[in-house]
């Protein structure tokens, strides 16, 4: 229980490091555009407590008020989840950011998922077939899978599949004025201009998670209770699944949740390749618009989701893998 408790406690903590972390970041940024965009409304003629109004509204504190004071209506407005007004869309940071999640979570989850259940499989099949062929070559292309970036694939994909051949579609998440109260075209049109993002982002992934498996499986096949189960009589099919596979995913499991978290940040450059409209494609707009409230917004937010990754695999593991205590993954 206190492992738990110290576990939970770490969150909270570590969100507001992150939060105090942002708000630092906006203020040691020098000639940000707070700064600019005063200097223009009083060349306007704009009254200054008219100025300090708008920037409050901006960046949700008041610009007047000392810094202490500065840093707990920041806090408040976290904890509110009023993360001020984006300065280059001119809407809320927090509706911007609903509407653009979404589709950075459907990308992550779905490219993870498919990444995870195909390098399993072939890190079990080159396992099993240890120094085969098949093992040889399957290690090889796993390799260079590793080796190269993913935005790379991204950029092949879009060039061939995309502007040559015209298979896919070059940006956007769903078809301009298609309307979601048809779903199934909907669902559809969302599946197709998803597939070369997700497909890139599952390639770069497949090559190291294949690897690992085949490392775990060829360590359980050389296990006694494998070879006892051998001696037993049982079929190369139930071993494989019983035995071998069971155990030799359980130690990928953590690693499973927390590049869920990772990928979040890593899709800043893959949505911008595809100008896919989710939270990296934001994150870009807002760095090239000197758009910090919205910057700052992101980063809280992809940050909290892989804190709170970290958090599921820890407590779950344990769950998941009887032979892993609380105390065991404590001490480790």
Not at 148 to 168: H, N
Not at 218 to 236: F, H, K, N, P, T
Not at 279 to 287: C, H, K, N, P
């Amino acid at each position: 229980m206190n492992y738990y408790l110290k576990r939970t406690l770490q969150i909270p903590l570590t969100i507001l490091a992150v939060a105090t972390l942002s708000f630092g970041l906006i203020r040691l940024l020098p000639g940000g555009p707070f700064s600019q965009l005063r200097l223009e409304l009083l060349q306007q003629g704009v009254p200054a407590d008219q100025v300090d109004a708008r920037i409050e509204a901006l960046q949700n504190i008041r610009p007047d008020a000392p810094l202490w004071q500065q840093y707990i209506d920041y806090m408040i407005g976290v904890v509110q989840l009023d993360l001020g007004q984006s300065i280059s869309l001119n809407k809320p940071v927090i509706d911007v950011i609903a509407e653009a999640l979404p589709w950075t979570v459907f990308l992550v989850v779905t490219s993870t998922i498919l990444m995870f259940v195909i390098g399993v499989l072939l890190g079990a099949i080159q396992a099993y077939w240890e120094g085969s062929r098949f093992d040889q070559i399957a290690s090889g292309g796993s390799i260079l899978l590793m080796s190269i970036p993913y935005y790379i694939f991204a950029v092949i994909l879009l060039f061939f599949l995309a502007f040559q051949l015209r298979w896919f579609p070059t940006g956007n998440a769903v078809e301009r004025g298609l309307d979601a109260s048809l779903p199934l075209q909907y669902f559809s049109s969302v599946l197709y201009h998803a597939a070369l993002p997700i497909l890139a982002f599952t390639i770069g992934g497949v090559g190291s998670t294949a690897l690992n498996m085949r490392g775990n499986g060829i360590q359980v096949l050389g296990e006694e209770y494998v070879e006892v189960a051998r001696l037993r009589g049982l079929s190369d099919g139930r071993i494989a699944t019983r035995y071998v596979a069971k155990n030799a995913i359980l130690p990928m499991y953590t690693g499973f949740i927390l590049i869920i978290g990772f990928r979040l940040g890593g899709t800043v450059v893959l949505e911008e390749i595809f100008s896919y409209p989710g939270l990296g494609y934001r994150m870009i707009e807002a760095v090239n618009a000197n758009d910090y409230p919205l910057m700052m917004g992101c980063f809280l937010i992809i940050t909290v989701t892989l804190v709170v990754g970290v958090y599921i695999a820890d407590l779950t593991y344990g769950l998941i893998d009887p032979r892993i205590s609380a105390g065991e993954s404590d001490e480790y």
